[in-house]
């Protein structure tokens, strides 16, 4: 419990990618108490279970089945239907995002007050450190930096790039009055192994 404390971690935000870690933790603190949190697959996983609380066990979804990424997008917004009530935010990396891009157009169509904060490494992350593991070229899990924020504008959603934790400032004032979908495009570094990965994975499993 206390190195997952916020004062326990150094922030690696450096203006280009913002530390994980430090945007969940200040997520954590913006959100309302009455929210569902979705998540996807991935190597980001261990953050928004960490530093994300929600007040039931009705509130939490991990959209996980058979190890499968881009389901989130979609349960996310069933959630929202079902649950008009509390803010249901999904959790998503950028390669579950391209795997669901369809399901976007349907949350702007419905106008669901939602929040998506897609994780981008510009990577399938769990690829890239296996693959680092295993003394492996990480090139076949990298491709080219997706702008999740201007797609999510194309479609007629919000989108914000966050670089910085001062990036969040339109989704500060979005989140006093939610209207529609609100997408995060959070850049991250995808050398910046997870915490819980680090300490699952063994040295000599994957050689």
Known sequence: ???????????????????????????????????????????????????????????????????????????????????????????????????????????????????IVVMNDSAYGIEVHLLAQAGQSIEPALFQDRDFAAIARAAGARGVTVRTLEDLAPFEEWLAAPAGPMVLDCKLDPRLRADWFSQVIAPDSWM
Do not use: C
């Not at 954590?28 to 980001?44: C, T």
């Not at 530093?51 to 089945?65: E, G, H, K, M, R």
């Open 1 to 115: 419990i206390a190195e997952h404390h916020p004062s326990a971690r150094v922030d690696r935000t450096d203006g280009k990618t913002v530390d994980p870690r430090a945007l969940m933790v200040t997520l954590e603190r913006l959100l309302p108490r009455e929210r569902a949190v979705v998540q996807d697959s991935g190597h980001f996983i261990g953050w928004p279970t960490i530093y994300l609380t929600v007040p039931d066990a009705t509130s939490y979804i991990f959209a996980n089945d058979f190890m499968v990424v881009g389901l989130a997008q979609a349960m996310a917004f069933g959630a929202a239907i079902a649950r008009p009530d509390r803010l249901t935010v999904a959790v998503i990396g950028d390669g579950g995002m391209m795997m669901s891009l369809g399901e976007l157009d349907t949350i702007v169509r419905y106008k669901a007050p939602m929040l």
